[in-house]
């Protein structure tokens, strides 16, 4: 992204999620996202690095989510701190949870191409992190529906 395009995006996104804990919640998960595409960058073994851009794949199109969830929550309960509203803090775990496992998603798959040798069970460990991130957003998901179902 050049200069420009990254300033119009930050503004989208002051508007769309605010500059509090929504925002900081979506950037968490947007860098765990990152962080993992660099570490595919180092991995020289070929069926291993396939099996991780699968998985890569399947957390970009959770972004799309976790960002869609982040703007309703914005939209709802609009936060330029770091207060969590009561009526959305399960939805806010989730999320802060779905963050995390995405690290730790990363951090195996970052061992994993450090490992020295074939690997002889491939991406599992990775791949049973990232079905941990999908859960967290399935569940940021369904608590936000919750909550407007009970507004």
Same mark, same amino acid.
């Given at each position: 992204?050049?200069?420009?395009?990254?300033? @119009? $995006?930050?503004?989208?996104?002051?508007? =769309?999620?605010?500059?509090?804990?929504?925002?900081?919640?979506?950037?968490?998960?947007?860098?765990?996202?990152?962080?993992?595409? $660099?570490?595919?960058?180092? !991995?020289?073994?070929?069926?291993?690095?396939?099996?991780?851009?699968?998985?890569?794949?399947?957390?970009?199109?959770?972004?799309?989510?976790?960002? !869609?969830?982040?703007?309703?929550?914005? @939209?709802? *309960? #609009?936060?330029?701190?770091?207060?969590? #509203?009561?009526?959305?803090?399960?939805?806010?775990? *989730?999320?802060?949870?779905?963050?995390?496992?995405?690290?730790?998603?990363?951090?195996?798959?970052?061992?994993?191409?450090?490992?020295?040798? #074939?690997? #002889?069970?491939?991406?599992?460990? !990775?791949?049973? @992190?990232?079905?941990? !991130? $999908?859960?967290?957003?399935?569940?940021? =998901?369904?608590?936000?529906?919750?909550? *407007?179902?009970?507004?």
């Amino acid at each position: 992204m050049g200069f420009f395009s990254t300033a @119009r $995006q930050g503004k989208k996104d002051d508007a =769309e999620l605010g500059k509090g804990l929504w925002r900081r919640a979506h950037d968490r998960f947007t860098r765990g996202l990152d962080r993992y595409h $660099q570490v595919l960058e180092g !991995v020289e073994d070929e069926a291993l690095y396939n099996e991780l851009v699968d998985i890569a794949n399947e957390l970009s199109e959770l972004a799309v989510r976790v960002r !869609v969830v982040c703007v309703e929550a914005q @939209r709802r *309960s #609009p936060s330029d701190g770091l207060d969590i #509203p009561g009526a959305l803090a399960g939805v806010h775990r *989730s999320l802060s949870t779905a963050g995390n496992s995405l690290a730790t998603t990363a951090e195996a798959a970052a061992m994993l191409r450090l490992a020295v040798g #074939p690997v #002889p069970v491939g991406a599992v460990s !990775v791949r049973r @992190r990232a079905e941990s !991130v $999908q859960e967290h957003v399935s569940d940021a =998901e369904r608590r936000l529906a919750e909550a *407007s179902a009970g507004d």
